[in-house]
């Protein structure tokens, strides 16, 4: 028989056993979001699986079911499109904002294309 939290007077109790109750409380709400996130996770696992798929796989496709573009190669490394030719190190995928070499060389009067890897 398990008791109902309507029925416990906590009026009665002390400051102390309040924060302790508190304290108990907050691990519990811990225990038992770690457990939903863990249930969650295998549900996931499992339609994934059903289709024959990784989540890496499905969570990397678009909403029309394709595969989305990143600017990163099958390895893992980034695409570079462009390179610095002052300083090879520097690079650029061609995504986002310009870097500062690119816009101040092309400012200067240089074209993008010399710098295309």
């Known amino acids: 028989m398990s008791v109902r939290f309507e029925d416990i007077d906590v009026s009665t109790f002390n400051l102390e056993q309040l924060q302790a109750?508190?304290?108990?409380?907050r691990k519990?709400?811990?225990v038992k979001e770690q457990t939903r996130l863990l249930e969650v996770a295998a549900q996931i696992q499992?339609?994934?699986?059903g289709v024959?798929?990784?989540?890496?796989?499905i969570l990397s496709m678009s909403s029309d079911g394709k595969r989305k573009r990143?600017?990163?190669?099958?390895?893992?490394?980034?695409?570079?499109?462009?390179?610095?030719?002052?300083?090879p190190?520097?690079?650029?995928?061609?995504?986002?904002?310009?870097?500062r070499?690119?816009?101040?060389?092309?400012?200067?009067?240089?074209?993008?294309?010399s710098f295309a890897v």
């Open 21 to 25: 109750l508190m304290e108990m409380a």
């Open 28 to 30: 519990e709400i811990e």
């Open 46 to 49: 499992s339609l994934a699986s």
């Open 52 to 57: 024959g798929r990784s989540v890496e796989e």
């Open 70 to 87: 990143t600017s990163k190669s099958d390895t893992g490394e980034k695409i570079v499109k462009f390179r610095n030719t002052v300083n």
């Open 89 to 99: 190190d520097e690079t650029w995928s061609g995504r986002g904002k310009r870097p």
């Open 101 to 113: 070499w690119l816009q101040e060389a092309l400012l200067n009067g240089a074209d993008i294309q």
